[in-house]
């Protein structure tokens, strides 16, 4: 077994605590869909609002993916702790490629959900799924992470 460092054991901690709080805001988007995908547009628009400022947490997100690479780097030698911290850099990747494929374009289209532009509501279908399809990847981030933690 490869000696433990402290230095690794800490980017391994901030790696899960990071994506640990990137997945609250995640499951949150994935658990409130089935409540308000079939609101009216009044009525979406308004519940929308709660999420204002959110963007701040973008600092997260570096933190989270810095802190996985640093990680991985350092494990690199070691395949059984490399591989999942490999796969969970690679569905925070997919998460993201989700969010600014998908959902990042309405929030333009709906200058964050404060116009109603013609097809809202195809453009809401697609920014809940979107979101939803970003929480599993963050779910499986989290899952990778704990896989790593567990081999070490």
């Given at each position: 077994m490869p000696r433990r460092s402290r230095i690794h054991d800490t980017l391994l901690f901030i790696a899960l605590l990071s994506s640990a709080m990137a997945l609250g805001g995640a499951l949150a988007h994935l658990f409130e869909l089935p409540n308000k995908i079939a609101l009216p547009q009044e009525e979406y628009f308004i519940v929308q609002q709660?999420?204002?400022?959110?963007?701040?947490?973008?600092?997260?997100?570096?933190?989270?993916?810095?802190?996985?690479?640093?990680?991985?780097?350092?494990?690199?030698?070691?395949?059984?702790?490399?591989?999942?911290?490999?796969?969970?850099?690679?569905?925070?990747?997919?998460?993201?490629?989700?969010?600014?494929?998908?959902?990042?374009?309405?929030?333009?289209?709906?200058?964050?959900?404060?116009?109603?532009?013609?097809?809202?509501?195809?453009?809401?279908?697609?920014?809940?799924?979107?979101?939803?399809v970003g929480a599993l990847f963050q779910l499986l981030v989290v899952a990778s992470l704990i896989l790593a933690a567990l081999r070490r």
């Open positions: 709660v999420y204002r400022g959110w963007d701040r947490l973008g600092w997260l997100l570096l933190v989270e993916l810095a802190s996985i690479v640093a990680v991985a780097v350092l494990s690199r030698r070691d395949p059984r702790l490399f591989r999942p911290l490999l796969a969970a850099a690679l569905f925070l990747l997919a998460a993201q490629a989700v969010f600014w494929t998908f959902t990042f374009p309405v929030n333009v289209a709906t200058d964050n959900w404060t116009a109603v532009p013609e097809g809202w509501e195809r453009l809401r279908a697609r920014w809940e799924y979107s979101h939803a």
